[in-house]
């Protein structure tokens, strides 16, 4: 009668057996991951970018609270001079007609409350924090002259000292500015200058992105804002 029972089959040594190649393949892979990761951790960070217009830059990796006192500066810089240099005459292009005997096209300028003021810092203004930008834009208006339409008044930015930024908060900075707005009128080639010393406060943007079918002012506003910051607040500077 025991020749005819059957053997009860023990699946312990093959649970084990199976188990153990198992952790070997883990382990195997693990030590792979490893090594791939050691090898990306030793590798230099590219710092080589090209543009889509073919033209290569440095970078280099920076927090996104954060950016380069050279940055900074420059923003600071082209913005202020794009809000108060004022000129209406057009600009030099490939078509541009320097026929004499043909009137020049002025710019007509932007409304703004009572006062007008050139497209040039209309464009500008998107580098202004929007809970800002309206009221600033008005008191350029105010401060530009009739005169600046006809194309008999210019002015410039000229700045003197813009100094190192300094952080003020996270993502936030302040760049101290001393320059004149310089108003050339008529044939005055000497110019009025007004003093223009003021604490520009900047901060920290998400860089906008441009859909592939724009308007103009949505392609301006990136122009503009492309930089990832904007002020926020302009004040008289303690000298």
Request: charged share 20%; net charge neutral.
């Amino acid at each position: 009668m025991r020749l005819l029972e059957k053997k009860e089959l023990n699946f312990t040594p093959i649970f084990l057996i199976g188990n153990a190649v198992l952790l070997s393949l883990l382990l195997l892979i693990e030590i792979i991951n490893f090594a791939r990761v050691g090898t990306i951790a030793n590798s230099k960070a590219p710092t080589l970018v090209e543009l889509n217009d073919g033209e290569s830059i440095r970078v280099s990796a920076m927090h996104s609270e954060s950016r380069s006192a050279q940055a900074i500066r420059y923003f600071v810089g082209q913005t202020m001079t794009g809000l108060l240099s004022w000129n209406t005459l057009p600009k030099v292009t490939d078509d541009y007609d320097a026929d004499p005997s043909k009137k020049l096209k002025l710019d007509a300028g932007v409304q703004t409350g009572n006062s007008k003021i050139t497209t040039n810092v209309w464009a500008t203004g998107f580098a202004l924090s929007e809970d800002f930008r309206a009221e600033f834009l008005k008191e350029i208006g105010n401060l530009t002259p009739p005169d600046v339409f006809n194309g008999t008044t210019q002015s410039i930015l000229k700045i003197s000292l813009l100094s190192e930024p300094k952080k003020v908060n996270p993502g936030k900075f302040q760049v101290d500015m001393v320059g004149e707005v310089i108003v050339f009128q008529g044939n005055n080639m000497v110019g009025e200058p007004i003093g223009f010393n003021k604490s520009v406060f900047v901060r920290v943007i998400d860089t906008p992105t441009l859909p592939q079918i724009s308007s103009e002012f949505q392609q301006t506003a990136y122009r503009v804002r492309k930089a990832g910051l904007e002020i926020y607040k302009i004040q008289d500077l303690n000298l």
